[in-house]
């Protein structure tokens, strides 16, 4: 189980920080995707329509578990946040983004199978598609926690990607590592479908690599 952090400055200007990686890394671009954090009085999360370049660590909203803020309008997506964040103990970070090739598979509910042993770092044989719901919406939050479920990572059909950390780091390394492995199989995919793992070698890769802390995400 995770513990949260106290709300700080220090933890405002990682956050801050994280937001603008999310664009200079390439998985998100503009004012799309937001970003939350537990805290020891509910999580903070991304304002709505602020751009990453001039938001203010101040810029971040206090919302508590019963949907109630303090400061500027959320992100429209605070339900998914909040939600995962209450259903999700292991976890202390929420990072959404739209990054370009696993928002493409998401536009053709493709479900990321076990083509490559790195799909493991999800923690399961595959990374799954949430159906489509409206963005900002309680149906949207609904898709995530069951695409999510024993998974540290999924799809939104026609939208994006939600990535889990216990830490802002670990959140955004696995954001990245989903899209490599997205673009990896959308390029496989030009040549037909790639085989699979079998599920047995999976649970061989899964198991290894949380013996060896492969997955940032599993690190406390």
Request: contains cysteine.
């Amino acid at each position: 189980m995770t513990t949260s952090v106290q709300d700080s400055i220090d933890l405002r200007r990682e956050m801050v920080t994280t937001c603008r990686l999310m664009n200079s890394s390439g998985v998100n671009q503009g004012t799309s995707g937001n970003l939350s954090v537990r805290t020891d009085r509910g999580f903070l999360v991304t304002p709505s329509s602020l751009p990453y370049e001039t938001m203010q660590p101040d810029d971040l909203v206090e919302m508590h578990f019963d949907g109630s803020y303090v400061g500027r309008p959320p992100s429209s997506e605070w339900r998914f946040h909040r939600d995962i964040l209450q259903k999700r103990s292991d976890i202390n970070v929420v990072l959404h983004c739209h990054s370009v090739y696993a928002t493409t598979l998401a536009c053709h509910n493709k479900t990321i199978p076990s083509f490559h042993y790195m799909t493991g770092i999800a923690g399961g044989t595959t990374i799954r598609c949430a159906p489509y719901a409206t963005f900002g919406t309680q149906a949207l939050s609904n898709n995530a926690i069951v695409a999510l479920e024993n998974r540290l990572a999924c799809l939104l059909s026609q939208h994006g990607q939600i990535s889990l950390g216990v830490t802002l780091e670990s959140a955004l390394w696995l954001a990245i590592e989903i899209e490599t492995l997205s673009r990896i199989y959308v390029q496989a995919l030009t040549l037909g479908e790639p085989p699979i793992l079998s599920d047995e070698e999976m649970e061989r890769v899964i198991t290894q690599m949380r013996q060896i802390k492969y997955s940032m995400s599993q690190q406390g």
